[in-house]
């Protein structure tokens, strides 16, 4: 089956003209079923059932252990097929880095399982107390990874995990943060203003009895903040002079946006650089030491390379590797 998903991306050099519709429906068809079969799965066990049979550990852990540690490898390969689904399906359409990011982040923090564990054997790991995500701004891949402007960016590349196959779904800028935020562009191909009542990452969170906030440094426009544009999300929004320096106080996932001269939209690589390091080098450092997660992406790329673009994680239990 593998084989197969890893296929599905040629269809797109089979369609020359991109439906939307045929798109839609065959996601309709093949992903989310899957997705809510899946949901529907890990409720089951989270509950106690006997879904999964029973599994036992040659290391003696209990069957409740060893049945919540399989979920969750069940959960984080569920992710990753999505991913592979929607890189070959949805690219019918541009959606390439939606599933990836958002179904990634969404089974981080919101899906109702106890516990998620790494690829050892035996290491069992709680949910990330926190999850901070930074966004800057218009440069793909090669412009940041291993640039000498950008020193504190690829300090945490090469002490985290680097997604070497991250990518952008649109330009210009709006279209990506709301995917980033909600899972879709909305259908939105500008930077007008708009208004959606619909679920978005801050609803989904609550939801599932968690917090969310967007912190806005002062100038930041209105199609850089997608929870503006959400009527379940705006009053989530916080000005990032609030931005608390006990990090115990943060929400458990957190957007933060800095204004143009900040994200490297108007300023250079080397000043959005500093003040990531600046203001924000002291939550990734404490991250490591208190089950939490520090995430740094770009809304798109220079429109030069394909929409490809950086995406770091970095903190606790992250391992130094480069992945999908």
Known sequence: MCGWLHRLPA???????????????????????????????????????PVLGS???????????????????????????????????????????????FVLLLAVVALPIP?????????????????????????????????????????LASKGALFVQSFAVSHPSQPNYFALFSGSTQGVRDNEDHTFDAPCLASELVAAGKSFAGYVEAGSPRKHNPWESFTTARATERDFDEFPTDFRLLPTVSFVIP????????????????????????????????????IITFDEDDDTAGNHIPTIIYGAHVRRTTTC
Not at 23 to 30: C, E, F, N, Q, R
Not at 121 to 128: K, R, V, W
Not at 269 to 289: C, P, Q, T
């Open 11 to 49: 269809l797109r050099s089979r369609i020359q003209k991109r439906d939307t519709a045929l798109a839609s429906a065959i996601t309709a068809i093949l992903v989310l079923p899957v997705f809510r079969w899946f949901l529907a799965l890990t409720k089951a066990v989270g509950a106690g059932s």
């Open 55 to 101: 599994t036992s550990s040659a290391r003696g852990r209990s069957q409740a252990g060893a049945t919540g540690g399989a979920l969750v490898r069940l959960r984080y390969a569920f992710s990753g097929t999505i991913a592979m689904l929607s890189d070959g399906i949805l690219q019918l359409h541009g959606l390439r880095m939606v599933p990836r990011f």
């Open 115 to 155: 516990a998620w564990t790494i690829d050892r054997a035996g290491d069992s790991l709680p949910e990330p107390a926190h999850v901070l995500v930074a966004i800057f701004e218009n440069h793909s891949f090669d412009q940041i990874i291993n640039s000498s402007k950008a020193p504190f960016i690829n300090y």
């Open 259 to 294: 204004r143009l001269h900040h994200d490297m939209h108007d300023g250079s690589v080397s000043r959005g650089d500093a003040w990531l390091r600046d203001h924000l080098g002291a939550y990734a450092e404490w991250a490591k030491s208190h089950g939490s997660l520090f």
